[in-house]
């Protein structure tokens, strides 16, 4: 997170999920999880915690 990757991204990566796979879990579309680990949309908070329950992370984690 250092380098500046998006965390939605490390932690996705570090458990071994791809894109689709996590989108699908927190019911958002492969698209927008791009957008916001690209950081080109920040997500709603209703969104950035479906992502963190999906990642079984804390949504302080993310931000």
Known sequence: ?????????VFREYRGLCAGELAERAGISQGY??????GKKTGSLGVLKRIADALNVELSDLT
């Open 1 to 9: 997170m250092l380098d500046g990757t998006a965390p939605v991204r």
């Open 33 to 38: 999880l791009s957008e916001i680990e690209a």
